[in-house]
């Protein structure tokens, strides 16, 4: 083995056996107390923190925190020792000690302090925010976490492909990254959103089971639990594989690593389904947060011949909870978080000794009274929480209603990790700014149709082999059967306006391939950061990412993006256009 001449321990790994011991230790100085002649130091590195005890407080003059030393010295046992510290039995008495790196002597934040300083600071200098230990404790537990999955898959006999980064563009729901090249002026690759056509190709190209920790890339706005432009995903394909296949090797996947990363109390395989429509009846929402028991209902048969304006002619759902004794202020503060969505406010009731009293129990008829005592089976003192709007607007309220109910009334454990399919989706859905039919998940999944039910069928009714996995929450998984029929490809395309020429352009590869012999085939993809996010209980998702973009996309460390020189555009073949 190399020696290194720099350090014969790590710091935190010191221990009351080692007193005695002449040792050579490097890293940060954390920490600098001067008491009258003498000076106390903490020094670390990834591995902990170490006391220093220097009786010449001229050794370390001039010195500062955050300067990288090596000390050699002596391990001693501590006069004082210090119970929360893994080193806390003992202190190196230094003999020696040389500076490596100098740092200035004012930080843009202490380091100690680092997970609460504001965080665009943070990812400014965010190699001073990950010498914090709790924010790099998150990347080594990424880093373990991505060692436990490539193992986890190769047991489970999968093989580890790696597919192109400059592909081609390709309609998968989000905007693409463009990347120039000299080589083809006036042509573009893509960044992939998704390696979806290769790990296709591999299925065509006779690989039984394939997976990837795989880099992908969409150009969309940041989310808390979304990061803009990069992310990651262990992606996986199946051949000969049914749906069935899919969801037993993902729950066999999730509990294997569960066990191996957390305590926390989760879902046990198998986990739930809940088909796609029940989903949003009962959640109004594709991702419920299973930890919160609200449910959603629909009021609007009960007030379809309602006199109260607010509710005429508009989709009405509604929420039941126990809130206990609220006052007048905290019900109108719920109504405040729904107008903050665009929304047009919250009416509520309360149900008390057989009488209801809120904003709107004054419209209510004796027939609107009986209807909402049976839907929500009142027995006394309930609060119903009640939105409208035009249906689409109204659905969203719903779902911004329950989870903030389940957050305020301190409904879900935090410590819990629930886990449930949603199953089911439907394959086509009307676009929104034209009303003609569009794709409604994925359009290389396989509908749960015949070729002849294509036509048959009314196309909103049709559903596919689609399946996304919720955890807590948060969509951590999406895939489906594949479509490896030509045919059946062509026919679901031709009714999004897509003739067979444009897919030969858009999806030649596929389409060709698909020519010579594909097998059946699924497959899925994890969300990578989301199941770190979730595991490390985190509720943004750059904590949990090395060098994350802020949430306006930008990465602030290396001032990315960026102007490019003229020349480099002119070799490109680009013009700028002012917008």
């Known amino acids: 083995m190399k020696t290194n001449y720099y350090r014969t321990n790590n710091c935190g790994e010191l221990r009351i056996s080692d007193v005695g011991k002449k040792v050579v230790l490097s890293g940060w100085l954390a920490s600098i107390r001067k008491l009258g002649g003498i000076v106390f130091c903490t020094l670390r590195d990834q591995f902990g923190l170490t006391q220093l005890l220097f009786e010449d407080e001229n050794m370390i003059k001039d010195m500062c925190k955050e300067t990288v030393v090596r000390i050699e010295g002596e391990v001693v046992e501590r006069s004082s020792k210090n119970p929360n510290m893994p080193t806390g039995d003992i202190e190196v008495k230094v003999a020696k000690i040389d500076v490596l790196g100098k740092c200035q002597p004012v930080l843009p934040f202490e380091i100690a302090n680092a997970p609460s300083t504001k965080e665009e600071l943070r990812l400014k200098y965010r190699y001073l925010d990950l010498r914090n230990p709790e924010t790099q404790s998150y990347i080594l537990y990424r880093a373990k976490m991505l060692n436990i999955v490539r193992n986890t898959m190769t047991d489970m006999g999968f093989t580890e492909v790696q597919t192109p980064i400059l592909a081609?563009?390709?309609?998968?729901?989000?905007?693409?990254?463009?990347?120039?090249?000299?080589?083809?002026?006036?042509?573009?690759?893509?960044?992939?959103?998704?390696?979806?056509?290769?790990?296709?190709?591999?299925?065509?190209?006779?690989?039984?089971?394939?997976?990837?920790?795989?880099?992908?890339?969409?150009?969309?706005?940041?989310?808390?639990?979304?990061?803009?432009?990069?992310?990651y995903q262990i992606d996986m394909e199946m051949s000969f594989a049914t749906q069935e296949d899919v969801l037993a090797n993902c729950e066999e996947f999730l509990m294997r690593i569960f066990k191996q990363l957390t305590d926390r109390e989760y879902s046990k395989a198998p986990f739930k389904r809940i088909p796609y429509r029940e989903a949003m009846e009962k959640y109004c929402s594709d991702k419920p947060d299973l930890r919160n028991p609200l449910i959603v209902h629909d009021l609007t048969k009960i007030f379809?011949?309602?006199?109260?304006n607010a509710f005429k002619g508009k989709t009405i759902k509604a929420v039941c909870a126990h809130v206990g004794d609220q006052s007048r202020k905290w019900y109108d503060e719920i109504g405040k978080v729904i107008v903050s969505y665009e929304g047009k406010g919250c009416a509520w009731l309360k149900y008390i000794d057989g009488q209801f009293n809120g904003s709107i129990a004054k419209f209510l008829t004796e027939n609107d009274t009986k209807a909402l005592i049976k839907e929500f089976d009142l027995k006394g003192d309930e609060s119903i929480f009640i939105v409208a709007d035009e249906e689409e607007m109204a659905i969203k309220l719903a779902n911004v209603l329950r989870n903030?109910?389940?957050?305020?009334?301190?409904?879900?454990?935090?410590?819990k990790i629930e886990i449930a399919w949603v199953v089911d989706f439907p394959f086509f859905e009307k676009n929104k700014e034209t009303g003609a039919i569009d794709f409604g998940h994925n359009p290389f999944s396989m509908p749960q149709a015949t070729i002849e039910e294509l036509d048959s069928k009314?196309?909103?009714?049709?559903?596919?082999?689609?399946?996304?996995?919720?955890?807590?929450?948060h969509e951590c998984l999406s895939g489906a059967v594949r479509n490896h029929d030509q045919d059946i490809m062509l026919k679901v395309f031709?009714?999004?306006g897509y003739d067979e020429e444009v897919v030969k352009r858009k999806f030649g590869a596929l389409y060709n391939a698909f020519s010579y012999g594909a097998p059946p085939h699924a497959g899925c993809a994890f969300g990578f950061d989301s199941l770190l996010m979730i595991?490390?209980?985190k509720d943004l998702m750059r904590e949990v990412i090395a060098f994350p973009l802020n949430n306006n996309a930008r990465d602030l460390l290396m001032n990315a993006p960026s102007?490019?020189?003229?020349?480099?555009?002119?070799?490109?073949?680009?013009?700028l256009i002012k917008k």
């Open 168 to 231: 081609n563009s390709s309609p998968e729901g989000a905007r693409d990254f463009i990347v120039p090249t000299v080589n083809a002026p006036g042509e573009f690759f893509a960044l992939p959103q998704a390696p979806q056509q290769f790990k296709q190709l591999l299925m065509v190209s006779g690989f039984d089971k394939y997976f990837q920790i795989a880099p992908c890339f969409r150009n969309e706005p940041a989310r808390a639990d979304r990061t803009p432009g990069e992310f």
């Open 304 to 308: 379809k011949d309602t006199e109260f």
């Open 404 to 415: 903030t109910l389940g957050e305020r009334l301190n409904l879900i454990d935090k410590n």
């Open 458 to 473: 009314d196309p909103f009714e049709i559903v596919a082999y689609q399946y996304d996995l919720v955890i807590n929450g």
């Open 494 to 496: 031709n009714k999004v």
């Open 535 to 537: 595991l490390l209980n």
């Open 563 to 575: 102007k490019i020189d003229e020349k480099t555009l002119r070799e490109l073949g680009i013009q």
